[in-house]
């Protein structure tokens, strides 16, 4: 049976969520679970030495969460949730390692973040790259 389309509705790109796409998934899922414990553990034994550091391993861990549960659904609506948090995750990853790079005092501890993911072999740098890519060559269309 021949697929067609009709022209007032949504063309779906498959993949999005399957192949590599089940990899950038998988790769999320461990940063987030590495982020969470990391900034468990830190918040909850090494507080007092750098609230802002630690604070920020949670913040990266929530991120990490929010995109891996988005790329992991299907939808446009979770396109765009994914599409934000990533967004803000590579936001966050500039900013954060431009800071730890030039004022390493306010940094004391490192976070997932610092000096672009150089703790992590530089992949929170380019994990979301590779994920807006992801969802850029994956994204839904509406048809004109």
């Given amino acids: 049976m021949k697929n067609t389309l009709n022209t007032a509705t ?3 790109t498959p993949g999005r969520t399957s192949g590599a796409g089940r990899l ?3 790769v999320y899922g461990v940063f987030a679970i590495s982020a ?3 900034a468990g553990y830190q918040i909850a034994t090494q507080f007092g030495e750098a609230p802002v550091a630690y604070l920020l391993s949670a913040f990266a ?7 891996t549960i988005s790329l992991a659904k299907p939808g446009r609506t979770w396109a765009r949730i994914a599409a934000a948090a990533i967004c803000i995750e590579l936001l966050g990853v500039l ?6 790079l030039f004022d390493a ?3 004391p501890h490192a976070t997932v973040w610092s000096m672009f993911g150089k703790g992590y072999g530089y992949i929170p ?6 994920g807006l890519w992801w969802l ?6 509406t048809a004109k």
């Fill in 125 to 130: 740098l380019l994990l979301p790259i590779v």
């Fill in 95 to 100: 900013a954060v390692g431009a800071l730890s």
């Fill in 24 to 26: 950038l998934i998988t």
């Fill in 10 to 12: 949504e063309q779906v």
């Fill in 136 to 141: 850029y060559r994956h994204r839904t269309a």
């Fill in 36 to 38: 969470s414990a990391r």
């Fill in 61 to 67: 861990a929530v991120v990490y969460i929010v995109a």
């Fill in 105 to 107: 005092q306010a940094f």
